[in-house]
């Protein structure tokens, strides 16, 4: 049993923890408040500005010696910078994610941030590049992880002063001046945004927005305006939250990416959407609940706990704890934005026939190499011939699509990974046909509980769900060491065994992979002109109509994703046969991500562009870009400066991003003029 002082050490914790994850909250409720709708590159402001403070903190050389007053001068200088980041970047994100699809989808702008995120992402790495610490000539591998974005430190600039000792109290805990600065400054700016949101004419133009924008703009207010100038002050928040965060913790934020706010949107709809006071409570409470969950439990199971409860609030209560259960009507999933089901089928089906074609000859003329090359891109056009399904015809986006790959991939690990039996004989793994349906099977069983959620929740909550489940899902693995190998996963696995004999020829595993792709989009191709496809539109349109029509659209939604997920698990088994190994990262966020590229590229509800999408996407990472890295190499160019030669590799974040972005900004201005 933890003694008093311990739990009341704990408290002290989780309230400082608490009011720094408070003051991004703050920001990002002001931001969703008035779009309502999740702006996933907010992590990235928050943690890019954190970067520029360690740099200008750094270059100034500021130390806790200093006088006072220039000791305060420099720290003043250094907030108001953060604070001109933040609020520079957000305004920015508002012009190119936000104010393009206004009105027009609510799907696109959550697309948009995404893509942003990943630029936001690859500026961190080049940042990086740029830091004296960096050890060059060392290529630390395609797609940068977490781990080469900036990780600078400060000198202590704070009072390091025990207030309990200070005024004598008899306790045994610690409560340092800097903790009391943070909760002060919690307080402060959640008073402050609060007194602004209710008493000043932008405050007030910003709420009435977030409630009814057309009846605001009928009273005057000019809504595009109210936005923009929510962004900028939230990004002047996230700015102030990352300033605190940098000299509370003596770094910069070392999580980037679009996962990197979740945690903040948790605080922002525990709170609830528009409540600065609420989203200080509740990021108090969500940091208390950490330390306790770190001591009593486990480190390593506090962020899945996290995000079980960000699931469990949008679930059950949208709006937060303090709001009101005003739900809004679901809004379209598959708008004209992203669709591009309106094409003719026939020509659609020539496309189809001329890629099985080229995709069935070509192979054999080339080498081993080449072929597990070919090989993976097959793995990624059945993943996103899965997506399609489920965002181009049925209109529910999954940005945790990735789970199903992962829970197929480790489903075939398990049954078909080497077992000694009682005789000290190995035994002949399972054959391949058992563990593909198994792995479907196991997979549509997670999409069937997803499909639980699909009408409970609006589009982009459900999105943010998705999201949630994958990160979720990838730290229970990953802590889940003696069972499923940890982080490390499950490695030498056997070749795929049909009818007793071995699969090990990279010829023979491409056209396992290419009959299963062909086979998925002639059924997708069957699926869309079917009763059953055109449910699935009517329901993505108007789902009010559909039903009143006699259309199960629970029903309907439920079955897209029981296909989809199926799919992937397929898409999964494969991986780990066809590589003999699985491993948490087949879960990633980032894969999700660059599945939903694909499908986006080729126009979401095309089979055919789907299949070319992912033949771009992936023949561009694996092929194209180290092909063009060696020929540079041999010219000693250097014009990127990673390591000894140019290696455009380390742009992937950046070039992905910028393509996922500038496909929904070319459908949304293509639409525009039709």
Request: charged share 10%; net charge neutral; with cysteine.
């Amino acid at each position: 049993m933890p003694s008093f002082n311990t739990l009341l050490q704990l408290l002290v914790y989780g309230l400082s923890n608490g009011a720094v994850l408070a003051l991004n909250a703050i920001g990002m409720t002001v931001v969703y408040g008035a779009v309502r709708t999740l702006n996933l590159a907010h992590g990235d402001v928050f943690a890019l500005t954190s970067v520029v403070i360690t740099t200008v903190i750094t270059s100034l050389g500021v130390q806790q010696g200093w006088p006072p007053a220039m000791l305060i001068g420099a720290l003043a200088l250094t907030l108001g910078a953060a604070m001109l980041v933040g609020a520079g970047l957000n305004a920015a994100i508002e012009q190119v994610a936000f104010k393009p699809f206004r009105s027009r989808s609510r799907l696109a702008p959550l697309i948009a941030t995404l893509g942003t995120s990943f630029i936001l992402f690859q500026i961190a790495i080049f940042w990086r590049f740029a830091l004296p610490t960096w050890i060059r000539g060392v290529h630390h591998g395609e797609g940068a992880p977490t781990d080469q974005v900036p990780r600078e430190g400060i000198p202590e600039l704070l009072p390091d002063v025990d207030l309990i000792k200070a005024i004598g109290l008899p306790l045994d805990v610690v409560f340092r001046f800097d903790d009391l600065l943070v909760l002060l400054l919690a307080g402060i700016c959640a008073l402050g945004v609060s007194v602004f949101l209710n008493h000043t004419r932008t405050g007030r133009a910003i709420r009435a927005c977030s409630q009814d924008p057309v009846l605001a703009q009928l009273c005057g207010v000019n809504p595009d305006s109210a936005i923009q100038r929510a962004f900028v002050f939230g990004g002047a928040l996230a700015g102030v939250a990352a300033f605190v965060f940098t000299l509370y913790y003596g770094r910069s934020f070392g999580s980037h990416g679009a996962e990197s706010g979740l945690l903040a949107f948790t605080a922002a709809i525990l709170g609830g959407i528009g409540n600065p006071i609420g989203a200080l409570m509740s990021g108090l409470i969500l940091g208390v609940f950490a330390a306790f969950s770190d001591y009593f439990l486990a480190a390593q199971w506090t962020p899945a706990l996290l995000q079980l409860l960000l699931i469990s609030l949008l679930l059950l209560r949208p709006t937060g704890l303090t709001g009101h259960n005003d739900i809004e009507e679901a809004s379209l999933a598959r708008d004209s934005v992203l669709s591009t089901l309106g094409q003719s089928l026939r020509q659609n089906n020539r496309l189809i026939w001329g890629l099985i074609a080229i995709a069935l000859i070509l192979p054999v003329m080339l080498s081993p190499y080449t072929q597990v090359l070919l090989t993976g891109i097959g793995i990624f056009v059945l993943l996103a011939l899965g997506l399609n399904i489920q965002l181009g015809v049925a209109g529910v986006l999954d940005l945790g699509y990735a789970v199903s790959y992962g829970i197929g991939s480790y489903v075939a690990a398990i049954i078909t990974r080497p077992v000694i039996g009682a005789d000290g004989v190995w035994q002949q793994p399972a054959d391949f046909i058992a563990v593909l349906l198994l792995s479907a099977l196991i997979s549509g069983l997670f999409g069937a509980f997803k499909g639980a959620f699909a009408l409970r929740l609006r589009s982009d909550h459900l999105a943010v769900i998705t999201v949630a489940l994958a990160l979720l899902a990838k730290q229970a693995i990953s802590n889940t060491n003696p069972v499923l190998g940890g982080i490390q996963g499950i490695a030498a696995l056997p070749p795929p065994h049909l009818f007793a004999l071995p699969i090990t020829r990279p010829l023979a595993q491409y056209y396992l992979v290419f009959a299963l792709c062909v086979g998925v989009a002639l059924l997708s191709q069957r699926l869309i002109r079917s009763r059953i496809g055109r449910a699935w539109l009517a329901s993505s349109e108007d789902e009010t109509a559909a039903a009143s029509c006699g259309i199960d659209v629970a029903r309907y939604k439920t079955l897209a994703l029981i296909i989809s997920c199926a799919v992937a698990g397929m898409a999964g088994a494969l991986h780990a046969s066809l590589f003999a190994y699985t491993a948490p990262q087949t879960m990633d966020f980032r894969l999700s991500a660059m599945i939903l590229a694909m499908v986006i590229l080729g126009g979401a509800g095309n089979v055919s562009g789907a299949a070319m999408g992912a033949i771009l996407i992936v023949g561009y990472s694996q092929i194209l870009i180290p092909r063009l890295t060696e020929f540079l190499s041999q010219f000693q160019l250097n014009v990127f400066n990673f390591g000894q030669t140019s290696d455009l590799r380390e742009m992937s974040y950046f070039n992905f991003g910028l393509a996922l972005y500038l496909t929904v900004l070319f459908r949304a201005r293509r639409r525009g003029t039709e």
